[in-house]
């Protein structure tokens, strides 16, 4: 290995081939997709999409990786590289310099772990305000434990407000397993690739920013009820009521509810405390 992987930039080298076959497979790439790659490192997954799609945006932190992916792929004419942090870069305004590489459809990348949340929130936007144009698809390789809050259904310790915050704006999928030992250097945790699948939700919240604070104070202490954690909002004999009309038991925890009862108690408390 000819570069030492920097910590900082949680570089973990992806070097099983199945694995990176079943990212592409999972992505459905074709000829006419524009994708958007975070952190190609030292190009394991970016040689495997170029081939395939339209047009191939790779943002990249470390400068030292950039030199390398450019003296290896600087000449391919359907790939562009930015040197940047994802979170932090503008892509619409430097993008208005290659027009070519805008409107991205896709995502796909194998991401610093302490930056999945944020990353998420980026791609997919937040409740109250998703993105304003929605990708295709995003396929992530995020750790273990991330992956199994993405999908979990209600009742299950996992099922947080990320869980219903995600859900409410995408559909979710685990694509497969990646152990530690898949990585060079091996990392603590074992991986998942997802498949996010971004999609509008059925019968929406009428005050969707109500709904993203209601989420937030509801799992505000997992082991209290949720009558409990929203005594901010609305007093808990007031909120059992409601409960019982929406056929929810008034003993609830916020991991009890559904999205769909989620959105049903946000409508009416919207209604009675605004
Ligand atoms: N995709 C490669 C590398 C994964 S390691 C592979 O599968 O082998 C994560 C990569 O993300 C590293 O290359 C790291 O330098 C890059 N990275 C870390 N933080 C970033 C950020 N904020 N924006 C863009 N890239 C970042």
């Known amino acids: 290995m000819s570069f030492r992987p920097r910590k900082q930039f949680g570089q973990h080298w992806l070097k099983n081939q199945q694995v990176l076959d079943q990212i592409i497979i999972s992505a459905q790439l074709n000829k006419l997709d524009r994708v958007l790659e975070i952190g190609p490192g030292l190009g394991v997954l970016t040689e495997r999409i170029f081939p395939y799609v339209d047009k191939l945006l ?4 470390d400068r030292d990786l950039c030199k390398k992916l450019v003296a ?6 359907n790939f562009l590289l930015l040197e940047g942090d ?10 208005q310099s290659f027009p070519n590489f805008n409107n991205f459809n896709k995502v796909v990348a194998n991401i610093p772990y302490n930056i999945t949340g944020p990353i998420i929130e980026k791609l997919l936007g937040r409740i ?7 990708l295709d698809s995003i396929v992530l390789l995020v750790q273990k434990e991330v992956g199994d809050r993405l999908v979990a259904t ?3 310790k996992v099922y947080g407000a990320l869980t ?3 859900q409410y704006l995408a559909d979710c999928e685990i694509v497969c397993d990646v152990p530690a030992r898949d990585f060079y250097p091996k990392p ?9 699948t971004p999609r509008n939700v059925e019968n929406p919240a009428h005050n969707p920013k109500f709904l993203d604070s209601l989420i937030k104070q509801g799992f505000a202490s997992r082991r209290k009820m949720l009558k409990n954690n929203l005594k901010p909002v609305i007093e808990p004999e007031k909120l059992t009521e409601i409960l019982t009309e929406l056929g929810i038991n008034d003993q609830a925890r916020a991991e009890n509810l559904s999205l769909r009862e989620w959105i049903n108690l946000s409508n009416h ?5 605004s």
Do not use: H, Q, R, W
């Open 164 to 166: 219903v915050k995600v």
């Open 86 to 95: 994802f979170l932090e870069l503008n892509l619409p305004e430097m993008l």
């Open 128 to 134: 109250s305000k998703p993105a304003e144009k929605p």
């Open 72 to 77: 290896k792929y600087g000449k391919i004419d």
């Open 154 to 156: 209600p009742n299950n």
């Open 58 to 61: 790779a943002v990249e932190i």
């Open 269 to 273: 408390l919207d209604k009675v405390t």
């Open 188 to 196: 603590k945790v074992d991986s998942v690739v997802v498949k996010i």
